[in-house]
């Protein structure tokens, strides 16, 4: 196969205006011959086919191709890039973002190591976080958080040992005092942050083949009922993040009303605080939103030999080998300064969020596997509008398969959706929240 290399210059027009007018010559700068090879467990990822990017730190210049055997080839101007490729196998999930400095002695090979994860079919679907307008547009209303987990295979999946965390800080803007050198501390070294504290499931939960299971972070109650752009989160099948014994006399009933009398206790998940406050302070623009699965969470979240104190308050340090799924959400309006808090196995990348308006964080629909189950004939529904691309002029965008999931979720289609650990591929904006009736 030969290589396809297309290279994206912003500032092309501009040069191509500048020689129409002037007779100036602009010395050029010589390219540097690179190959970078994908390396994975110390060997040479010999695959064809995977797509490599390099992009300027401004994003002004970037480079794509794919690998031959596992090598991809570029003519590079010095500079410093950063390397990104992303793909999933039937057993794992492959993920590269590093820094690489180009310069004319470093013409030859270069190795680039991937991230290797085991692909988990637990993940999430959506997280509304965000909030919406009141009735008269007065205000933002926050109380009416929820997640959905979705089972993104045909066999049943135990998530009773599932459990639900946040990495510090809470906002991707805030100060990190976890970066040093450009770099994580706790990148390579095998566990990344829970802050405050670790919600888990109190029971026995089985998710069925193509089925989800929706949590209520805050208020299992109708809150359509107050405000009517908000969500109903009182149904008898839903779980609860709630156990007001955990907080105490700090117990918040703003984020903890009583859940409807119609969800059993037995869905009541509970948490055991190890940080302060009076309740989880999930991010309302911004969270590093993860689940992990661990069946001795409890007292693993009580142990202080499991805390690092890096920060002001304590976070519980997870296993990275006990995280299934994970999302970075960024504050829209802040490219300035948001920061990973998700190292590159969990995710390689981002999506930017726009809070107050009722929108949600939504997975994208992998159409190629989608429309190759067969049982799916004629009940996937095309022509989506649902994303955000036409009301947040800045930071909008949508589905890219297409497909209309929640659609042809109803008329029975088995959705499969995208799951490359990166949320810059895998989710969009969505214009409403998909329990929005």
Known sequence: MTSKIRKTFAFVLALAAAAATSCEIVPSIPGV?????????????????????????????????????????????????????????????????????????????????????????????????????????????????????????????DASDVAFAFATPMNSEATNRWISGGRLKYDGEGWIPAGYNIWWFDTEVKVQPYSQIVVA?????????????????????????????????????????????????????????FGQGNAWPVSQ?????????????????????????????????????????????????????????????????????????GYTVYRNVDREATEALPENEGKIVYGYTGGTESTDQSYGNTDPSGIDAEASLAKGAHIIYMDTNNSSKDFHQRRVASLKK
């Open 33 to 157: 011959e690179m190959e970078f090879v994908l390396m994975s467990d110390g060997e040479i990822y010999a695959e064809d086919g995977i797509t490599v990017t390099l992009s300027t730190q401004n994003n002004s210049v970037s480079y794509v191709a794919e690998t031959e055997q596992g090598v991809v080839r570029f003519t590079l101007v010095p500079g410093l890039y950063t390397a990104v490729a992303s793909f999933k196998t039937s057993t794992h999930v492959y993920n590269l973002n590093t820094s690489v400095v180009v310069d004319v002695s470093s013409a030859g090979r270069i190795e680039l190591n991937l991230t290797k994860v085991r692909s988990e079919p637990l993940i999430i679907k959506e997280l509304y976080i965000g909030g919406c307008q009141t009735d008269d547009a007065s205000k933002p209303y926050y109380y009416d958080k929820y997640v959905i987990l979705y089972n993104n295979s045909a066999e049943e999946y």
């Open 285 to 357: 623009t911004s969270p590093a939103f993860y689940i992990l699965r661990y069946d001795g969470i409890e007292a693993y979240s009580k142990d202080e030999l499991n805390y690092d104190r890096t920060e002001t308050l304590p976070v519980v340090k997870v296993d990275r080998d006990w995280v299934v799924d994970g999302v970075e959400v960024f504050a829209a309006g802040k490219e300035g300064s948001n920061n990973k808090r998700l190292t590159s196995d969990i995710d390689a990348g981002s999506i930017y969020f726009t809070n107050q308006y």
């Open 217 to 273: 972070i805050n208020g299992a109650i109708d809150h359509t009922l107050t405000y009517s752009n908000s969500v109903d989160l009182s149904d008898g099948g839903y779980y609860v993040m709630y156990h007001p014994a955990a907080f105490g006399e700090k117990y918040n009933t703003y984020h903890y009303p009583n859940p409807s009398a119609d969800i059993p206790q037995s869905h009541y998940l509970k948490t055991f605080l």
